[in-house]
């Protein structure tokens, strides 16, 4: 009898702990269905919150393009930093967010895909026989040497210079020869640790030149506010009335002149700028310089690309968007790259 109550009573403990082992895992299984129905919401709702940062974006790009043609509409031949798309950047508040946003003018810097040696080149500044600097070289190319030691980095030289210059040019070009004595091409980056292809083409962005030859961070850094890229595009033409009197080198290499004599200039330039290149040209400051052809045809008075950069916030979503805008004959506003990021 005792035995059989005994056996009784551990079948019920088995029942009982079985009971248990049950409940357990039905709870851990509802508590990991309870986290993952929460983690799916929430991606619903950040989903929701980006898609809304993205279309503030999108309307900020499209209330940008109506600057732009409103400018237009009244100087229709020349750009200059009086206009309205000139502003410093603005905030906006919005639902539950902001937008900010600023335009710049593409034909303020130096465009380094004006580098790119191509007989097909067009829009390009560059002449020919006497009126060109040499039979090798592009102005954009004298500029850009001419920029990077007027901004006096330490250890950059007339060599390295023209070092980073055959670099450039021959990641650009659509040969395989190296260009100069200090040129790199496939050869060059295959051997290393991580090995790669020069692009033998238009750069993408400025912080490409990360993958090139000679290129330091510090140079970088320090040529990165007064170069651009402009997308698939040789264009070498600055508008002298939008160059930015805080990067003065920038003009001082255009006109291979002193840091005081540009200076000069911007100084002179009224807020509305030149009206016209004659008039550019015929100031006092240009013509004490006797600049050449070649130099003067660098420069125009309007400019035809831009880049908008766009930060939105809606909630606790961010969107980060970066457009190249080009304003057409018609005076219509194309846009002709968006690149979604910080930089």
Known sequence: MLKAINKKNSQQGVALITVMLIVALAAIIAAQMTTRLQMQMQRSVNSSFNQQAYWYAMGAEEFSKRILIHDFKEDAKVTHLGQ???QEENTYPVD???ISGKINDLQACLNLNAMRVDSTRSGSASGSGASSPSSNQQPARVVFEKLLTALSID???????EAMADALTDWLDSDGFIT??????????ASREFAYFAANHYLANVSELRLIEHFTPEVILAIKPYVCVLPQNSLHEININTINSEQVELLQALLGSTLDEAQQILA??????FETKEAFYNS??????????????QFVIDSKYFSLKI????NNSYFFLN???EVADNQQINIISRTIGRN
């Open 311 to 314: 930060s939105t916030r809606f």
């Open 96 to 98: 539950f967010g902001e």
């Open 284 to 297: 006092s400051e240009v013509v004490a310089l006797s600049l050449k052809d070649w130099q003067k045809d």
């Open 268 to 273: 002179a330039r009224e807020e509305e700028g």
């Open 180 to 189: 100069g004595t200090s040129g790199a091409e496939d050869d060059d980056y």
């Open 84 to 86: 309205v798309w000139a």
């Open 155 to 161: 250890g950059i030289g007339d060599f390295e210079a």
């Open 323 to 325: 457009s190249v805008m």
